[in-house]
């Protein structure tokens, strides 16, 4: 079993509506979990983190957590073409590294 | 202007020579990582850097090496060792105690013939 499993996509949603990408992980002892956004070509940049069970906003996007079910998600809401990249979740082992799922592309269609 | 840099953005070499990839950061940041990024694997951990004149091995470090003599400058050696080096490989920094999320600088693409 992979540290961190994404469902590789293409997640594919209409202008306006809400994408939902998914996450889980194996770490039981994993405290931190990050959201990426990698546009193709570019280096991947932090959108998100959690660190407690529950929901956590940030103007569009909603990070939620579920540690008892080891599942992390993003939602993004009102999604726009420009929202189109890969997404990377990402989990801290220990205390100095973070360990990569390898991401699901989101097409947002106009 | 903070951040990181990477250079140089992309990079072309002949198989067989070793090639350095430089990343510098003026951020502060006590932490320096190196991640190479292959195309539906995801990032793979190389090397990482807690502090000045330390580094650890990640999951993938064999055919690379590091140094870390300044605070801001973690450069990354990919040697003739190193079976497929053709990759995008990314730098990330870290802030320091109690600060897990890491931040990335714009990469550097390597392509060996």
């Known amino acids: 079993q992979k540290e961190v499993e994404q469902n590789s996509g293409p997640l594919s949603v209409p202008e306006g509506a809400i994408a939902s990408l998914n996450c889980t992980y194996s770490d039981r002892g994993s405290q931190s979990f990050f959201w990426y956004r990698q546009y193709s070509g570019k280096s991947p940049e932090l959108i998100m983190f959690i660190y407690s069970n529950g929901d956590k906003e940030d103007g569009r996007f909603t990070a939620q957590l579920n540690k008892a079910s080891q599942y992390v998600s993003l939602l993004i809401r009102d999604s726009q073409p420009s929202d189109s990249a890969t997404y990377l979740c990402?989990?801290?082992?220990?205390?100095?590294?973070?360990?990569f799922g390898t991401g699901t592309r989101l097409l947002v269609s106009p | 202007d903070g951040g990181i840099t990477q250079s140089p953005k992309y990079l072309f070499r002949k198989e067989g020579q070793n090639v350095t990839l430089s990343c510098e950061q003026n951020l502060n940041h006590d932490a320096m990582y190196w991640y190479r990024q292959d195309p539906g694997q995801g990032l793979r951990l190389i090397y990482y850097?807690?502090?000045?004149?330390?580094?650890q091995k990640g999951d993938i470090a064999e055919g690379y090496s590091v140094s870390r003599e300044k605070k801001e400058s973690f450069p990354l050696t990919v040697t003739s060792a190193q079976k497929n080096p053709t990759a995008f490989y990314l730098c990330?920094?870290?802030?320091?105690?109690?600060?897990?999320?890491?931040?990335f600088g714009p990469g550097t693409r390597l392509t060996v013939t």
């Open positions: 850097s807690q502090i000045v004149n330390d580094f």
């Open positions: 990330a920094s870290r802030p320091g105690t109690g600060d897990y999320e890491q931040y």
């Open positions: 990402a989990v801290n082992i220990g205390f100095q590294k973070l360990v």
